[in-house]
Structure formats: C-alpha cells, structure tokens
C-alpha cells in the first residue's frame, strides 16, 4: 500500500492549499441510534423530557413522570438518562433524582428495571425505558426489591403502604427517612 | 563495521520477504531495495495502547522492520501488571507505560524510533491520526475501539458511484485478548467491516440486576458489585466513584468483604474486586504474543504488499486443546460509520424545509417525516415537541448555511421510509454535495473538502 500512502500525502498537500475543510470527529454510532430513539419518541401526557444541554446535547437528558393513577397519583418524579457512546450495545444509566418511598427505587436513586440492566437488548429503545419506568410507578412490586422496608410494608400491609406514600410524598418523614414534597 | 554486520543479519530474513517475487502475494506488490527502504523510512504506525498487547506490539513491530513507531497509552505502570507486561520493571511503577515501553524497545532494538504520548486517546486532534499510514490496535475496551474505528473511518471517502477511493482508508489492524481467547482482525474502513458493522462480536457485560445484589448475594461477584453499585452511593453522595484511585477500590473491597461475611459467602479478594469492577478477564501472556505476532504480521502484508492479508477476522482459543479459524465477515452497506450513504446534490440555496421535502420524494430514500444532524448539531427534529420547537427556526434557512458553508459533507437524517406500502422507521447516512456556489468550479469540488 506504500504506493496509495504516497498518492494520499500528495492529495492532501494539494487539499491544504485549496483551503480544505479539515476533518472532524464524525457523531458517535452511540448518537446517531440515540438521536433516532429520540425524533421517534411517543410519550404519554404523564411523561415529559428535557434537555439541560440544549438541543445538541442528547446524550444526558431528564424525563420527568407524573403518574395518572395508584399509590403515587399526583407525584412528580425525575429521573435523569445518562447514554454511552457505545449505546445500545450498553443500556443508559439512569437515576431517580426524586427521593421516592419505593420498593423498586432505593432512597440513592437507583432502579431495578431488569431493562436497565440484565435484561437489556439493543432492540430496546428509550421509549421502551420510559414506559418501563412509568410502569414501576403505577405497579410497584415487592418482589425485586431495592428499599426493603418498603417493598416488606407493600407485601404484608398494603394500607400502610399507601398511608406512606402519601406521606413521602406530601413532604415528611417514613420511619427516620425524611421525604423531600414532590407534588 | 559490527553495527553493519548485526543489522544485515537482522533483517535477512525479511528481506527474503521484501526483495524476492512470490506467487501468494498481495496487489501490487512491487520487491525491491526500495520496499525494504520505504518501510524503514517512510512508514509511520500508531500503537494504540501500551498494555499486554501494546507492549508485545511494539516489539513485534520494531523487529519487522518498522522503524517509525509512535505509541498512545493513558495509563500508569501497576505492580500488577509486571508478571506480562515485559518491558515494565518494578523500579518503573507509577511511570506512564507508553514512555516506559517507547524507551525499553529503541534501547533493544537499534535503529527504531518510538515516539511516546501520555494521554487519552480522545485527547489527540483527529489529524494527529491522518498521520499514520496504519493503525495497529491493542486495547481492552470497546469504547475506545468504536472511537478510534469511527476517527479512521471519517478518512474514508467514496466516489460517485460509491465505490471507496482507495488512498482514502485508512488501514487498521485490531487485536484482542480474554484470558485463553483472543482476536485478530483487519479492518480496512470501505472494504472490509468496520469495527461498528460488526459490533455484535463483542458480548455485552454482565450486570446482575440492582434487587439480587441488594436482597440476595449469592455469589462474591454480588458482594463485590453491591459495594460497588450501591453501598458507595449511599455512603460518599455526590461524590462518583474512580476505578482508578486505589482509595476508592480499597474501600469497596473492605466493604464487599463485610457484605460476604454477613451471607458466609467466600471468595473476595482485592484483585477479584478490580476484576469485577472494571470488568477484567486474567490475561495471560502467551495469548497475547499468539495475537500481537498475527497483528504485527498483517500489519507488514498490508503495508509491503509481500502477502496476502487476513481476511478478515481470527480468532484464536486455546482454553480446551488449541483452536483458530479465520471468518470473513461481509460489512453492512448501510454501515452509519463506514458505509458511503446516499449521494445527495443540492443547490446552495435549498432550504432545510425543501431538502426534507427532497428526501420524500428521493427514488432511494422515499423518507418522511424526516429529522436531520450533522456532525453533532441537530438541524431539525420532528419529536419531541421541546426539540421540535428549538430546531423549527432553522427550516426556513439555507442547508449549506446550516452546514457552515462546506461544498460536501456526511448529514444523517431518520425517519419513516416507505418500501412497497410497508413503512419503516429509519436511520440513513447521506453525502450532500452543493452546486452553483458562486466562485467555485466543479474541480474544486471533486477534489473534496
Ligand atoms: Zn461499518
């Protein structure tokens, strides 16, 4: 290829002088499927997104997600999106930035989602976490539990569950856990 | 004279290689003195990394007759790392490797040139790689790989029929080891698949679901990811957690320790911690040689041409009994990284809102509702309704003032594409090439920006 390298030297010497465009770093494979996912989301009226960067900074983003219906009807709850430049062969990470009274939710803002994590595939997309998260809030299970005091209150006194919700949500504390308002 | 007697022993063999015809060689292949020279004097390869496959790279390399070598690493010599990492001593621990392994190689090998950098990869202007004629990788991530793949891969251009002009790409050779197991490959970006094209080669990593680890620890992998995943979290808040501060890794083992007491689980030691944590395999030094000598190999056929090159991809496993087969990968042609996109001529004065209006009727597009970027800068999105609202202004503005005046240039555009009454979403690659802009002629223009 000695030959073609010597071809190349020439071309871009000529290209230097005829005031050439240098090459710039092309977008991530990452950001371009990202940037798909996004120009073809299909949110429902209780899930909102936004982008603290600006409209050139998709790879962190917030969804914001009021849900319409259960225990936590009326709460507002934000979670952020953090996305490889890798992706999707690596799912986003993603964090709960509300403090939320929550079987699937630890009180540090990590999500067991199993599409977050064992379970992701790179056929999934953002819309599919969304409504995965959505989901979390109108179903909480107390089956993969992160805050196991919650998900125990959930399995054995459902009542009480909701009592502490509300609680949490209203702004006050759960136990020695003090809840920050969110609706 | 003994300099001269030791240099002509040195390279006999290769220059059995590089002076003689054959008949299983590559095209063009041109033996001669001035082969052997231009290998030695005109040739320039980038290592990229100075690990376990850097270090037998450059040596491998420095010994085939290469003699301008510059290396890349960003990493610091760790004691752990002495066992195969062989131009490391311990006097050298906490020195940059790409310094230390640049030095030890020009000390062995007279006559070789190595020119270290300590620093990221990222960090290097994206021309610092148009330097090289070839790319030899040897890197333990698949970032870093996607990276440099889409750095080599932004070199490539093609002609207006598609076909890849060949003084455009940029050769890559890409090694990789996992303990028993290892690769070789060639990528050359237009060719043969680029690194993207066949991502699915790598497994994902392995990530035990958030409630296992903090409910029900089974095995010394939980304990470790626990402390790693949540109990830092809730500990250190705010504060993000570095692989590689040895405090911070410490700290996690101490805690996953106390964890795997609490379960009676065994089996968690420090460098199980930094196994888990930063998701490394043992490596062992004999896989490394087997894939560094096929890389350095492939590296002098492409380069002198004296053989045919892998095509495309070896892979070597010496875990049961000793395996190696060659695959050849065919690349995706709609590759968003290296394939050539749709070939798009506008005139300078179409507007964003008419070039989408263009895609929907383009016979190898039929695109609607159309979303577009370009080299970062999202020029129009259709959803959701916050982008739409900050990108809608542009529509009304030329593309080539969008595009900052270049004469052509890669835009992506998704949408929905209609083949046969069935309608698919999707994500294209197009080469926008602008005519009628005043005071430059179609020369110009085909000599590429
Ligand atoms: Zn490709």
Redesign the pocket.
């Known amino acids: 290829m000695i030959k073609l390298f010597k071809v190349k030297e020439k071309q871009r010497e000529i290209a230097a002088n005829a005031n050439g465009v240098p090459p710039v770093k092309k977008q991530s494979a990452g950001e371009l499927r990202l940037q798909k996912d996004i120009s073809e989301l299909n949110l429902p009226k209780t899930c909102n997104i936004s982008f603290p960067n600006g409209k050139d900074d998709l790879m962190n983003f917030e969804v914001t997600i009021h849900p319409d219906e259960g225990y936590y009807l009326g709460g507002t709850f934000l979670f952020s999106f953090q996305v490889s430049p890798v992706y999707p062969h690596e799912p986003p990470k993603v964090k709960c930035k509300t403090k939320v009274y929550h079987p699937n939710i630890d009180l540090e803002g990590n999500v067991c989602l199993n599409i977050l994590r064992e379970d992701w595939k790179p056929v999934l997309n953002i819309n599919t976490i969304i409504y995965g998260l959505f989901h979390l809030f109108t179903q909480p299970n107390h089956e993969d539990p992160l805050n196991h005091d919650a998900a125990a209150v959930l399995r054995d006194n459902p009542k009480m569950f909701e009592f502490n919700v509300r609680r949490a949500m209203a702004g006050g504390y759960v136990g020695q856990t003090y809840f920050t308002r969110c609706m | 004279m003994a300099g001269s007697v030791v240099q002509s022993s040195r390279s006999r063999d290769l220059d059995k290689l590089l002076l003689r015809p054959g008949n299983l060689i590559g095209a063009n292949f041109e033996p001669g003195s001035q082969l052997r020279d231009d290998l030695q004097q005109y040739v320039k390869v980038l290592v990229i990394g100075a690990g376990g496959l850097g270090c037998e790279l450059l040596k491998d390399l420095a010994l085939s007759g290469f003699r301008n070598l510059e290396v890349i690493d960003m990493d610091r010599i760790e004691v752990t790392n002495l066992n195969r990492q062989f131009l490391f001593r311990l006097e050298d621990v906490g020195k940059p490797k790409a310094e230390v392994a640049a030095k030890r190689v020009m000390e062995r090998v007279s006559g070789v040139n190595i020119l270290p950098h300590f620093c990221r990869i990222e960090d290097k202007e994206i021309e610092f790689y148009n330097d090289f004629h070839i790319i030899a990788l040897g890197l333990d991530s698949i970032e870093a790989r996607s990276y440099i ?1 889409s750095v080599a ?1 932004s070199f490539l251009e093609y002609d207006s029929d598609d076909n890849p002009l060949e003084e455009t790409i940029k050769p890559m050779v890409d090694g990789g080891t996992e303990g028993f197991k290892g690769h070789a490959r060639v990528i050359l ?1 237009g060719v043969t ?6 991502i699915w080669l790598f497994p994902p990593q392995v990530k035990f679901p958030l409630c296992t680890l903090a409910e029900t620890p089974r095995t010394a992998a939980h304990c470790i990811e626990y402390a790693h995943l949540i109990k830092w979290d809730e500990v250190h808040s705010g504060k993000s957690f570095d692989p590689d501060d040895s405090e911070h890794m410490k700290w996690v083992y101490s805690e996953a320790l106390k964890r795997a007491e609490l379960f009676g689980i065994p089996g968690v030691t420090y460098s199980l911690t930094q196994g888990v944590v930063k998701n490394i395999i043992p490596a062992i030094a004999s896989t490394n040689a087997i894939i560094s000598a096929a890389c350095a190999l492939e590296t002098l056929k492409i380069v002198s041409g004296c053989s045919k090159t892998l095509s495309n991809y070896l892979t070597y496993n010496g875990a049961e009994g000793l395996h190696t087969k060659v695959t050849e990968f065919v ?2 042609k709609d ?5 050539p996109g749709v070939l798009i001529e506008l005139d300078s004065s179409i507007t964003l809102q008419k070039f989408i209006d263009l895609l929907e009727d383009h016979p190898k597009l039929l695109l609607s509702k159309a979303s577009v970027t370009h080299r970062g800068k999202n020029l129009y999105m259709q959803a959701p309704p916050v982008l739409e609202e900050m990108t809608r202004s542009n529509l009304g503005v030329p593309l080539f003032d969008l595009m900052g005046k270049v004469l052509k240039d890669v835009v992506h555009v998704t949408g929905v594409a209609s083949k046969n009454d069935k309608k698919t979403s999707c994500l294209r690659k197009l080469r926008v090439a602008f005519k009628g802009v005043d005071g430059v002629t179609d020369m110009d223009t085909a000599s590429g920006a």
Do not use: A, I, R, S
């Not at chain 2, 698949?193 to 066949?198: H, K, L, N, S, V």
């Open positions: 793949n891969c970006p698949p680029c690194f993207e094209c066949t690349k995706d590759c968003l990284v290296c394939g």
